[in-house]
């Protein structure tokens, strides 16, 4: 598995989303969208499955921006 980005650790936990639900540092918008999560041991970094890091976010962002109710199917 990949090593923590901000500490270089190899440790990680798995978190389920209702654990990640309670924390600060998960955007809303991948909450929805990812069902697994790791966090570091050493720092506790929150990482999750999907595209490399940083640029998931991004995706998800553009991705979920065209799900909006302005944009719904004829509700
Ligand atoms: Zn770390």
Avoid: Q
């Avoid at 998960?26 to 966090?39: G, N, Q, S, T, W």
């Amino acid at each position: 598995m990949m090593r923590c980005s901000v500490c270089n650790g190899r440790g990680y936990v798995k978190l389920s989303k209702a654990e990640v639900a309670g924390r600060d540092d998960c955007p809303p918008k991948v909450l929805e969208a990812i069902d697994e999560f790791y966090a570091c041991r050493s720092c506790g970094k929150l990482y999750w499955e999907g595209p490399k890091s940083n640029n998931a976010f991004e995706h998800f962002t553009s991705v979920f921006d065209g799900f909006g109710p302005s944009t719904g199917s004829g509700l």
